[in-house]
Each structure stands twice: as structure tokens, then as C-alpha cells.
């Protein structure tokens, strides 16, 4: 009889430690789901706040998308752009530690944005990055070379050129010849007409990011190449 019992008392035991194991892996697993999901979520932001707007030359996305079509790339596997000016176009790009990797569109889709809500996105998280315009006085009568930055082409979609221009009685003149130069002038200023566009067209082709070899105005709250 106390044999039975015993072995009974086993049993019931054995029974409790494997609902308890039960419960005990199914919370396991809850809290192995949550942290899976936190840290989705950490990285989904730590993406998002990589974005980038960048200027490049006209033509980037079209070359880029080629060379991964003939990879074999899928139909959302392309770079997304937008035009910006004769010769240039917008494109995103994810800023990581040790390179600058474009958006495309199947990232919209991961994401669950629109073109636009990403491109105003990075836009904002760009010019956080840059210096601010050079004022007025530093540019009347003259030429200023922006210090060098990575994206510094993207200063182009900043606020403030409208009011520069009229300050400077609308002769500004801009210059992006690579990623990281960007040049501001006074159109007033001696032989400004012949000696900008040369001086720019030798740093765009020396450059290793280049971007365009063209003379910028404002006109319209828009940037018009110089003709």
C-alpha cells in the first residue's frame, strides 16, 4: 500500500514537472519573441536615422539599376530617383560606418513609406549633418570654397539660397563639382564668367565623387544651370 502511494506520489510529480516545463518554455519563448521583435524594431530606427538625401550627377540611378539588371536583380531591386537640376538628380542612401548604401524600392516596401515621406526624411537628416550657407559678406566680390564635408552637395536643398541671391543683388553662382566641394561665388567678380566654369570642370574630373561640371543660378526658387 505505501509502495503504491509512492509510486502515485511519483507519478503526479512527474506529471507537475512537465506542465511546469510546458509553461516554462512556452514563456521562454514569449520573451525570446519579444527581444527578436525589440531588436527589429532598435535596428528598423538605427536604419531610418542612416538616411540620407544625396545629390549625384544625372544618370547615377540609371547606371547603377543597370549594372544590377545584368545580375539579375529583381524588378524592386533598383535605385529610386528623382530629378533636381540639369545634370543632377536626388538619390537615398543608408549612411553606414563604412560605406553609403542606396535605398531601393523594395526598401519602401519593407519599410512601409512613401517615396516622399523617406526622400523629406532624409533630407532633414542631412542638412543636420552639413555646415550652414556662407553669409552675404563672405561671398561679395569673391569666391568661398565650402569646408569639405561628406554630402556636402546635398547643402544645395538647404533654406537660405533665395535670400543669399538677393542679398548678393542675384548674382550668386553654385558649383557642386564632387560629393564633398561645394562652391559659392559672386557673379560680380573679376572674370567670374570665364574663370568658375574652367576651375570647376578641373575638380569635377579630379575628383573620385564626382557630381557636375556645371555653373548654378537661382531662378524661380530653383537651381538653372549656367548656360
Known amino acids: 500500500m505505501a509502495t503504491g502511494k509512492s509510486i502515485f506520489g511519483k507519478a503526479i510529480g512527474f506529471a507537475a514537472g512537465l506542465l511546469g516545463a510546458g509553461a516554462g518554455d512556452a514563456a521562454a519563448q514569449t520573451t525570446d519573441e519579444t527581444a527578436a521583435?525589440?531588436?527589429?524594431?532598435?535596428?528598423?530606427?538605427?536604419?531610418?536615422?542612416s538616411l540620407r538625401l544625396v545629390v549625384r550627377d544625372a544618370g547615377y540611378a540609371a547606371?547603377?539599376?543597370?549594372?544590377?539588371?545584368?545580375?539579375?536583380?529583381?524588378?524592386?531591386d533598383v535605385i529610386f530617383t528623382t530629378p533636381f537640376a540639369k545634370g543632377l538628380e536626388l538619390i537615398l542612401v543608408a549612411d553606414e560606418p563604412t560605406t553609403s548604401k542606396p535605398w531601393m524600392l523594395r526598401d519602401l516596401n519593407l519599410y512601409k513609406v512613401t517615396q516622399d515621406e523617406i526622400m523629406a526624411l532624409g533630407r532633414r537628416q542631412v542638412l543636420a549633418i552639413l555646415p550652414s550657407l556662407p553669409p552675404a559678406e563672405a561671398v561679395a566680390g569673391g569666391v568661398?570654397?565650402?569646408?569639405?564635408?561628406?554630402?556636402?552637395?546635398?547643402?544645395?536643398?538647404?533654406?537660405?539660397?533665395?535670400e543669399l541671391d538677393a542679398a548678393l543683388g542675384g548674382n550668386l553662382l553654385v558649383a557642386v563639382p564632387s560629393d564633398d566641394v561645394l562652391i559659392v561665388a559672386d557673379a560680380r567678380a573679376a572674370d567670374m564668367g570665364t574663370k568658375l566654369p574652367a576651375f570647376v570642370k578641373a575638380q569635377h574630373d579630379d575628383a573620385n565623387r564626382s557630381v557636375s561640371p556645371l555653373v548654378y543660378r537661382r531662378q524661380g526658387g530653383a537651381w538653372v544651370a549656367v548656360e
Open 63 to 76: 547606371h547603377r539599376n543597370w549594372i544590377l539588371a545584368d545580375r539579375g536583380a529583381q524588378p524592386d
Open 37 to 49: 521583435r525589440a531588436q527589429a524594431e532598435a535596428e528598423h530606427e538605427r536604419i531610418l536615422r
Open 144 to 162: 568661398v570654397m565650402v569646408p569639405k564635408a561628406d554630402y556636402l552637395a546635398s547643402l544645395l536643398l538647404a533654406d537660405g539660397w533665395d
